[in-house]
């Protein structure tokens, strides 16, 4: 039997550690808060996933009263980048989450599903794409999506 440990890079930054860049996306995920349709969790969380063309494009958690039917934040931001701009690779994808009047104070990890369509949306362009995960302690960011998930399945698993 072999054993082995997957280590995870990640680094936390501070708000005026953060890029211009970094900031922008962060601040437009933290708008993205109103848009959430939380009425079951009352957990509201936003994301902005920065294209390469530049654009930001928007998401929140959409919930619905047959649960399993909503969708969370990351993924409605980045398939609604799929659909408006299907060529342009995604560069960053920034989440904020809210509750209780508050912003988090320990980063929101993404759910399993979304961590798989990070991964799937890293994957189809070629190229990595950061995760930021905002918090008021400071914000988690992962140089790539396949950072949150090792032993990722992927198309390349499917051809065999
Ligand atoms: N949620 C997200 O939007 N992203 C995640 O990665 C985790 C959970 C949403 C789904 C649901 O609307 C609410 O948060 C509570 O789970």
């Given amino acids: 039997m072999d054993t082995c440990n997957i280590t995870i890079p990640v680094s936390r930054f501070q708000w005026d550690e953060l890029t211009d860049e970094q900031r922008r996306l962060i601040e437009v995920a933290k708008e993205q808060i109103h848009c959430s349709y939380s009425p079951?969790?009352?957990?509201?969380?936003?994301a902005a996933a920065l294209l390469a063309n530049g654009e930001i494009?928007?998401?929140?958690?959409?919930?619905?009263?047959?649960?399993?039917?909503?969708?969370?934040?990351?993924?409605?931001?980045?398939?609604?980048?799929?659909a408006?701009?299907?060529?342009?690779?995604?560069?960053k994808l920034a989440i904020a989450c809210y509750t209780n009047e508050h912003y988090l104070e320990e980063p929101g990890a993404p759910c399993g599903a979304c961590r798989q369509v990070m991964l799937e949306t890293e994957h189809?362009?070629?190229?990595?794409?950061?995760?930021?995960?905002?918090?008021?302690?400071?914000?988690?960011?992962?140089?790539?999506a396949a950072d949150l998930l090792p032993l990722v399945f992927v198309r390349e698993n499917l051809l065999g």
Avoid: I, W
């Avoid at 950061?130 to 140089?143: A, H, M, P």
């Fill in 124 to 144: 189809r362009y070629g190229g990595k794409m950061e995760v930021l995960l905002y918090s008021t302690s400071g914000t988690l960011v992962f140089e790539s």
């Fill in 84 to 91: 408006m701009y299907p060529d342009q690779p995604v560069r």
């Fill in 40 to 46: 079951y969790s009352h957990f509201s969380v936003g």
């Fill in 57 to 82: 494009v928007r998401g929140a958690n959409q919930e619905n009263a047959a649960y399993p039917s909503g969708l969370c934040a990351e993924r409605t931001a980045l398939f609604a980048a799929g």
